[in-house]
């Protein structure tokens, strides 16, 4: 495959933006190669600048649950910018949006727009300390809730991607006040929050954690975290950046029937411009400026054309069945990877929920961080490469997850899993 193109720009973007990339797992490090330069996408498939192709499983990180280039999602930025693309004034589309996704998500009952998941979650968790009055954030190894300074402790995604120690940059007195406990460990959790309850603000969660791989919560997880965070007084956050509007139109708390007292969104609610958003009881939200005294702000927040790609995206969600196909291909798919590693004799953990998945190279269960840390990277990295030699677009990282869109067809599924038997046949041989 001729990737020359991308090769030169690689070293020109290295020289004015830092690794070359505006957010460091795209570096492709982990991997042990250069990343492709994308020119264009459309459905399930992205091109690159040398012209290659490739059945796309990054979906833009999850926005993308219609696939590229969708065309009422198109139209309907096309036509908000034909009005003006921002105003910083009241508008009706981030009215709309906002009682969209307020109907949408069965927790919420008000919601604030920002520019991305990181905004979202450094604002729940600053309404969360400013309505308690504490302090203390407990957070879970591996989960990633952005680049915030109080999320950087033992966080996933990029961080464990790229194995940076510690929070280098984080002030001591800031990490003081994040706890990081072990994700599904509900002993540890029990203990931390009755320990220290008094003084805990918040735990924040992802509900299915997507940053350390996909990890689903154990049987009644959410449920203790639930329980315990009402006795104590502590505002309980999920985190659904890439759970919500993905898992089912009401997110992970409608999966599992477990409403939390905030929650954070982005990704697809944005339909792939850079939306996030946090939303909850009135009771909490409207301690939020210019009603209470939180102060939380954004020139672009609730941006038009980013509102009128959300409610277009929103609108497609609402397609009868929408979630039931997406899933049922997503099932299709991982029993494909599951007979693939069986038939090459190669250990792989397979866990899924809906139409997020994570092949781990171990043959242990995967059920937190230490459990992923024991996946063979090296081994992901080769099978990445190859894949990629064969027009499949993987996440370029062991610990991050593989979307499902509604764009993708049985036989570009049905391609996808060939090569994964292919590729598995190989890392078996050598
Ligand atoms: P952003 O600030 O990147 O929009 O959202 C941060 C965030 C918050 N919460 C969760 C659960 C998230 O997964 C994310 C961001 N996800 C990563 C990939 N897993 C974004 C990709 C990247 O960093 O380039």
């Given at each position: 495959m001729?990737?020359?193109i ?24 982990s991997?042990?190669c ?9 459905g399930?498939?992205v ?22 280039a ?6 309907a ?5 034909k009005d ?5 004034a009241?508008t009706?589309k981030?009215m709309?949006l906002a ?8 927790s ?5 727009f ?6 979202a979650?450094?604002?729940a ?5 400013g309505?308690?009055?504490r ?5 879970f ?7 915030a ?18 929070s ?11 706890i ?7 002993e ?5 929050l ?17 940053n ?20 104590l007084?502590i ?7 890439i759970?919500?509007?993905?898992l ?17 969104l982005?990704k ?10 946090y ?10 400026a210019p009603?209470g ?8 927040s609730?941006?038009?054309?980013a509102?009128?790609?959300?409610i ?13 196909e ?23 953990t ?17 059920t ?8 063979d ?12 030699s ?12 593989l979307?499902?869109s509604?764009?993708?067809?049985i036989d ?6 060939e ?6 046949k190989?890392l078996?041989?050598?």
């Amino acid at each position: 495959m001729n990737t020359s193109i991308s090769e030169k720009m690689f070293e020109m973007a290295k020289k004015v933006i830092p690794g070359g990339v505006n957010s460091p797992v795209r570096a492709c490090r982990s991997v042990g190669c250069d990343p492709v330069f994308i020119q264009k996408a459309k459905g399930s498939t992205v091109y690159d600048v040398d012209g290659n192709e490739y059945v796309d499983f990054v979906s833009s990180w999850g926005p993308m649950i219609h696939g590229h280039a969708q065309p009422e999602i198109v139209e309907a930025i096309t036509e908000a910018a034909k009005d003006g693309t921002s105003f910083g004034a009241p508008t009706t589309k981030e009215m709309a949006l906002a009682s969209m996704v307020v109907e949408a998500v069965p927790s919420l009952e008000k919601v604030r727009f920002v520019n991305s998941g990181t905004e979202a979650t450094m604002s729940a968790v600053r309404l969360a300390r400013g309505f308690t009055g504490r302090d203390v954030i407990v957070k879970f190894d591996g989960c990633y809730h952005g680049h915030a300074d109080s999320f950087l402790i033992k966080a996933g995604s990029g961080v464990i991607t790229l194995g940076i120690p510690g929070s280098p940059g984080v002030p001591q007195d800031i990490v003081k006040n994040t706890i990081s406990i072990p994700y599904n460990n509900e002993e540890v959790l029990e203990q931390t929050l009755r320990e220290k309850g008094d003084t805990i603000a918040c735990v924040i969660v992802e509900p299915v954690a997507g940053n350390m791989g996909c990890v689903p919560p154990g049987a009644t997880f959410l449920q203790k975290l639930r329980d315990l965070t009402s006795e104590l007084g502590i505002v309980l956050i999920f985190d659904e950046v890439i759970t919500g509007f993905r898992l089912s139109y009401g997110g992970a708390q409608e999966h599992f029937g477990i409403m939390p007292d905030l929650t954070c969104l982005g990704k697809i609610i944005g339909g792939g411009l850079p939306v996030g958003a946090y939303g909850g009881k009135a009771e909490i939200m409207d301690q939020i400026a210019p009603d209470g005294p939180v102060y939380q702000a954004g020139t672009l927040s609730g941006n038009p054309l980013a509102m009128a790609a959300g409610i277009a995206n929103l609108k497609l969600l609402q397609k009868p069945d929408f979630y039931k196909e997406l899933n049922e291909k997503a099932e299709f798919f991982a029993d494909g990877l599951n007979k693939a590693a069986e038939k090459a004799g190669i250990p792989v953990t397979l866990n899924r929920v809906g139409s997020l998945m994570t092949g781990f190279f171990t043959k242990a269960k995967v059920t937190d961080f230490e459990s992923a840390m024991e996946a063979d990277v090296d081994c992901y990295g080769r099978h990445y490469r190859q894949m990629l030699s064969k027009g499949i677009y993987l996440a370029p990282s062991q610990f991050e997850v593989l979307f499902i869109s509604a764009a993708h067809s049985i036989d570009e599924l049905k391609k996808a899993i060939e090569m994964t038997e292919w590729s598995f046949k190989k890392l078996a041989e050598d």
